[in-house]
């Protein structure tokens, strides 16, 4: 695609560009925000402000049109997520540095029409990363963010191997001075990786995110001059025994033309890990089922499980509703299927108000379509009841008594506070994990669970399946996302906390499948074990083979305080997992399996899944007794 690039002149924002060539897209134009005139400088949340005197070189030296915006706004809404979750909400924040940005991008936008794509050099922060994506998803832009969630130590590296010169323009870390600026990435790669083992206890970073010093990009293998610094200044800001903070004023500085470069060299991250890479191993040798007998089973109305109508229930702060669908009055009444969209959520929305919520407390909701065919259609209608952070989801097609075409499960939680949910939902395309392909938030932490969508074996940086199609490849995968995204969340959180699944769902369309990953996931999985579920659907997004979904507790449990009577203190907890077989005189079975941690509050959490087998006297009371 036809992209732009968000230039702060950094290493960061001109490596990106180099992974924005590798993978086939076209920069047509650069923008860049900055202080007003007479300021060097700017205290800004947003944006690196430092260097912009030579903004305009780096642009002649890529050969693009700059696009410039004077930084009006300050850091008003400064907390993990950015404009409303509700979809009436307000969606910009009037006074705030973000929306210098949307200024900027619509402007760029107006003279490049056919630009789709935003390069962003973010690496970790998520404050960067939350405020870009809203504006591009207001713009319909696509943020390429191919270092976020990188290992920085391997990044470095890899800058210097694609022989990029970027120097330290600005310090301000613990053991950085005056006498290090002007420095390149390969001169300062000693020093940086002595600073960060000795700083351990800081939090420092090699490539300088926690804003140790920042940089300014020389040279580039895009780049079609070599920018030459012909007289610098060093202005201290402050020198004390804690930091120096002090940059390079930049007093004159030319191009320099440089001969065509027809290829150029980039370490690419591969596509999995390598304990990923064993578990696609294990797939692929796993022995396919040469005999499976399955009965033929044609689903008409009758013989579809019965549903009550969409009732909730709550227990502590957690609500639960389900079989969310389209009133059937009369079969023969047609709705579009926008229409059965929205009478579903008018119908969730009524169901969330008896417990006085609203659809943003949702945490989780899965969908069940009749054809994978309406997948398209209807993301258009469910997106338009959410704002910024919408719950975690998995969409799948299942067999729904005629004329249903949609059927929601819904869970919420009941905050205190806005902090008391958090969300995760990046929307850039990286190496990382996939960017969201539909309205919903990669996780969601409320109340110590962590709710992960439904995830495919999707290739990140492309968004598109294996080729060709590969079991193993997509189950692998579609397990590396999950951990993924458990990872950022665990390093981004300000509790500390190890996270255990309670609960694991294998979505698939094909039995034969289900067997060999179910064999393989069973041999590898760790204590605590985790109560998992294998299902077989007729389609899944994007005709993938598997999806999986999990459930995961932090481990922090409340715990009575043994010095305060009154306190309530936050333990860390392993869950204790059990397995139960009841056979019944007439043949029925039941299977339960439980995942739960000790705590002393009524909200201790566990997980279970129930199974019944047969259909004599005793399984139809025990259906009669468990909650659908």
């Given at each position: 695609?036809?992209?732009?690039?968000?230039?702060?002149?950094?290493?960061?924002?001109?490596?990106?560009?180099?992974?924005?060539?590798?993978?086939?897209?076209?920069?047509?134009?650069?923008?860049?925000?900055?202080?007003?005139?007479?300021?060097?400088?700017?205290?800004?949340?947003?944006?690196?402000?430092?260097?912009?005197?030579?903004?305009?070189?780096?642009?002649?030296?890529?050969?693009?049109?700059?696009?410039?915006?004077?930084?009006?706004?300050?850091?008003?809404?400064?907390?993990?997520?950015?404009?409303?979750?509700?979809?009436?909400?307000?969606?910009?924040?009037?006074?705030?540095?973000?929306?210098?940005?949307?200024?900027?991008?619509?402007?760029?936008?107006?003279?490049?029409?056919?630009?789709?794509?935003?390069?962003?050099?973010?690496?970790?922060?998520?404050?960067?990363?939350?405020?870009?994506?809203?504006?591009?998803?207001?713009?319909?832009?696509?943020?390429?963010?191919?270092?976020?969630?990188?290992?920085?130590?391997?990044?470095?590296?890899?800058?210097?191997?694609?022989?990029?010169?970027?120097?330290?323009?600005?310090?301000?870390?613990?053991?950085?001075?005056?006498?290090?600026?002007?420095?390149?990435?390969?001169?300062?790669?000693?020093?940086?990786?002595?600073?960060?083992?000795?700083?351990?206890?800081?939090?420092?970073?090699?490539?300088?995110?926690?804003?140790?010093?920042?940089?300014?990009?020389?040279?580039?293998?895009?780049?079609k001059h070599r920018i030459i610094l012909s007289e610098v200044e060093t202005v201290i800001h402050s020198d004390n025994s804690f930091a120096t903070v002090a940059f390079l004023r930049i007093k004159k500085a030319r191009l320099e033309a440089k001969p065509p470069l027809q290829d150029f060299k980039l370490d690419i991250p591969g596509i999995l890990d390598d304990d990923y890479a064993a578990l696609n191993d294990a797939v692929k040798q796993s022995m396919p089922p040469t005999a499976i007998k399955i009965k033929?089973?044609?689903?008409?109305?009758?013989?579809?499980?019965?549903?009550?109508?969409?009732?909730?229930?709550?227990?502590?702060?957690?609500?639960?509703?389900?079989?969310?669908?389209?009133?059937?009055?009369?079969?023969?009444?047609?709705?579009?299927?926008?229409?059965?969209?929205?009478?579903?959520?008018?119908?969730?929305?009524?169901?969330?108000?008896?417990?006085?919520?609203?659809?943003?407390?949702?945490?989780?909701?899965?969908?069940?379509?009749?054809?994978?065919?309406?997948?398209?259609?209807?993301?258009?209608?469910?997106?338009?009841?959410?704002?910024?952070?919408?719950?975690?989801?998995?969409?799948?097609?299942?067999?729904?008594?005629?004329?249903?075409?949609?059927?929601?499960?819904?869970?919420?939680?009941?905050?205190?506070?806005?902090?008391?949910?958090?969300?995760?939902?990046?929307?850039?395309?990286?190496?990382?994990?996939?960017?969201?392909?539909?309205?919903?938030?990669?996780?969601?932490?409320?109340?110590?669970?962590?709710?992960?969508?439904?995830?495919?074996?999707?290739?990140?940086?492309?968004?598109?399946?294996?080729?060709?199609?590969?079991?193993?490849?997509?189950?692998?995968?579609?397990?590396?996302?999950?951990?993924?995204?458990?990872?950022?969340?665990?390093?981004?959180?300000?509790?500390?906390?190890?996270?255990?699944?309670?609960?694991?769902?294998?979505?698939?369309?094909?039995?034969?499948?289900?067997?060999?990953?179910?064999?393989?996931?069973?041999?590898?999985?760790?204590?605590?074990?985790?109560?998992?579920?294998?299902?077989?659907?007729?389609?899944?997004?994007?005709?993938?083979?598997?999806?999986?979904?999990?459930?995961?507790?932090?481990?922090?449990?409340?715990?009575?305080?043994?010095?305060?009577?009154?306190?309530?203190?936050?333990?860390?907890?392993?869950?204790?997992?059990?397995?139960?077989?009841?056979?019944?005189?007439?043949?029925?079975?039941?299977?339960?399996?439980?995942?739960?941690?000790?705590?002393?509050?009524?909200?201790?959490?566990?997980?279970?899944?129930?199974?019944?087998?047969?259909?004599?006297?005793?399984?139809?009371?025990?259906?009669?007794?468990?909650?659908?």
């Open positions: 695609m036809k992209y732009l690039a968000l230039l702060s002149g950094g290493k960061d924002s001109c490596f990106n560009l180099l992974h924005c060539a590798k993978n086939d897209h076209e920069l047509v134009a650069a923008a860049s925000l900055g202080p007003g005139a007479g300021k060097e400088e700017l205290d800004s949340y947003l944006y690196q402000t430092v260097g912009q005197d030579v903004i305009e070189l780096v642009a002649r030296a890529l050969e693009v049109p700059l696009y410039r915006r004077v930084i009006t706004g300050t850091a008003v809404e400064q907390g993990s997520e950015y404009g409303s979750r509700d979809s009436k909400g307000v969606t910009a924040v009037e006074g705030d540095e973000t929306e210098d940005l949307l200024a900027l991008l619509s402007e760029v936008k107006a003279h490049h029409p056919d630009v789709l794509g935003v390069s962003v050099g973010a690496i970790l922060s998520n404050y960067q990363r939350v405020r870009v994506e809203h504006v591009c998803r207001r713009l319909g832009l696509t943020p390429l963010c191919y270092l976020w969630n990188r290992d920085q130590g391997e990044l470095f590296k890899e800058m210097i191997n694609a022989e990029m010169e970027a120097i330290l323009i600005k310090v301000a870390g613990i053991g950085l001075t005056t006498k290090h600026l002007g420095k390149t990435l390969s001169e300062m790669h000693p020093t940086l990786l002595k600073l960060v083992g000795q700083n351990k206890q800081y939090g420092a970073h090699i490539c300088g995110e926690g804003g140790e010093y920042e940089s300014l990009t020389l040279d580039c293998p895009l780049f033929k089973w044609e689903p008409t109305h009758s013989n579809v499980l019965k549903i009550s109508p969409a009732g909730g229930r709550q227990v502590g702060s957690w609500v639960s509703i389900s079989n969310i669908e389209r009133a059937i009055q009369d079969p023969s009444v047609s709705l579009t299927i926008e229409e059965e969209v929205g009478e579903c959520f008018k119908l969730l929305e009524t169901r969330l108000d008896e417990f006085g919520l609203e659809v943003s407390n949702c945490t989780n909701i899965n969908v069940f379509l009749s054809d994978i065919d309406l997948f398209a259609r209807v993301n258009a209608v469910y997106a338009t009841f959410f704002g910024s952070s919408p719950p975690a989801r998995a969409c799948v097609a299942v067999d729904l008594p005629h004329p249903v075409r949609v059927r929601l499960d819904c869970t919420a939680f009941v905050e205190k506070s806005p902090q008391d949910r958090q969300a995760l939902h990046v929307q850039g395309l990286s190496y990382w994990a996939p960017a969201n392909i539909g309205p919903y938030s990669q996780a969601i932490i409320a109340g110590e669970r962590i709710f992960i969508s439904g995830q495919i074996g999707l290739i990140p940086a492309q968004l598109s399946l294996p080729s060709p199609r590969s079991l193993a490849m997509e189950t692998a995968l579609a397990n590396q996302h999950v951990s993924r995204v458990v990872d950022v969340l665990r390093n981004t959180s300000s509790q500390e906390w190890t996270g255990h699944a309670q609960l694991a769902l294998y979505w698939l369309t094909d039995i034969s499948d289900l067997i060999r990953v179910k064999s393989v996931i069973s041999a590898s999985s760790k204590a605590p074990q985790t109560p998992t579920l294998y299902l077989v659907v007729k389609d899944l997004p994007k005709n993938a083979l598997v999806e999986k979904q999990v459930l995961i507790h932090t481990g922090r449990c409340a715990m009575l305080d043994e010095d305060d009577p009154d306190g309530i203190i936050m333990q860390s907890r392993t869950p204790i997992h059990e397995q139960h077989n009841v056979n019944f005189s007439d043949g029925s079975v039941l299977y339960r399996e439980i995942s739960y941690c000790y705590g002393d509050s009524e909200e201790s959490p566990g997980c279970a899944i129930i199974c019944l087998k047969g259909g004599g006297t005793s399984a139809d009371l025990l259906k009669s007794n468990i909650a659908i």
